[in-house]
């Protein structure tokens, strides 16, 4: 029976949030203590990563103990302390001679521009994550990572709208994958069954106008700073995977953002998507010919949910704020 919950529906899987009460910014984090293989996809041109080298699959080390997903720009990688503190305490990590070292990728949004700037996700605020993670299904819209996140803004921060995060699952033959994205995009969200425009650059109605229409009719982008939009995501999955396949897993779920956010991967956007295979499924092992597609579909599905799960800032409505 097909489900559409949340990741969390992949058992061993635990996500937790921190959420700043002084300005919208957050962290977010997913945990799988015993270890999990994971690959991972940088589309964006101006990504903010921590230990995505390690991931590919010519390189040692096969199994993350969690992933984390912040805001703050480059100073929220610094919550990935917190989170290795938390699993060292614990007993998990990649054993390293005496010491057990757990790894924890990373990448982060830009929402510097909502609230005081010096305020960013630490290791205290990634350590708050563990704790209050959980295998219920994760808060949605303005909450951990999506707190600032920000969609629409090829035309400018003024024009527009308050994004998220989302989490999605569909099982299928057995096996269950789940998706959790942060959506920050520079571009429009477009509802990729309907072809519907759900949120963007807004116009002089205060309405979204679609962006690729209104630069075919000669209005210019505002010169954006590098790295200011990302859509951040995780897909995951029950099947067995290794390194390489997980890989082009994430590599496939890049096509879900690509349905539904136009334009996506820009020179602006650090867009990122992690893929984690925990390998408990008993059929089938790993078939990309299945998993891929899925991976797409979830991917989408959770960006669609962030959007609709976000509520408005003042100066940021969200598609429940928009005039009617």
């Not at 400018?156 to 269950?176: E, F, H, N, P, W």
């Not at 969200?189 to 630069?215: Q, T």
Request: aromatic share 2%.
């Amino acid at each position: 029976m097909p489900i559409d919950d949340s990741i969390c529906d992949i058992p061993g899987l635990k996500i937790g949030h921190w959420t700043s009460t002084q300005r919208p910014t957050g962290c977010s984090v997913l945990l799988c203590e015993q270890g999990a293989v994971a690959g991972v996809d940088v589309r964006g041109a101006a990504p903010g990563t921590r230990e995505t080298d390690l991931l590919a699959p010519e390189n040692t080390v096969d199994r993350v103990h969690a992933l984390l997903l912040a805001g703050g720009s480059a100073f929220g990688l610094d919550a990935a302390g917190g989170v290795m503190r938390w699993l060292a305490e614990r007993g998990h990590g990649f054993p390293v001679g005496p010491a057990r070292v757990p790894i924890v990728p990373g990448a982060v949004i830009f929402d510097l521009w909502l609230g005081d700037p010096a305020i960013t996700p630490d290791a205290a605020a990634g350590y708050a994550a563990c704790e209050a993670a959980s295998t219920a299904p994760p808060a949605e819209g303005n909450v951990g990572a999506g707190a600032g996140a920000t969609i629409g803004k090829l035309l400018g921060i003024a024009r527009a709208m308050k994004g998220g995060i989302g989490s999605a699952s569909l099982t299928v033959g057995g096996v269950t994958l789940g998706a959790l994205v942060v959506v920050n995009a520079i571009g429009d969200i477009i509802d990729p069954a309907s072809g519907v425009l759900l949120a963007g650059a807004r116009g002089a109605d205060g309405r979204p106008l679609g962006m690729i229409a209104a630069l075919q009719r000669g209005e210019l982008p505002q010169v954006p700073l590098a790295g200011t939009a990302t859509t951040l995501g995780i897909v995951a999955t029950n099947a067995r995977l290794d390194k390489a396949a997980a890989t082009k897993l994430a590599q496939m779920a890049h096509d879900g953002l690509a349905r539904c956010i136009n334009p996506v991967h820009t020179v602006s956007d650090g867009d990122v998507i992690f893929a984690l295979a925990t390998g408990g499924a008993e059929t089938p092992a790993g078939d990309l010919r299945l998993l891929g597609p899925l991976a797409a579909e979830v991917t989408a599905r959770a960006v669609l949910r962030a959007v609709r799960a976000a509520r408005g800032l003042p100066g940021l409505p969200s598609i429940h704020e928009l005039p009617g």
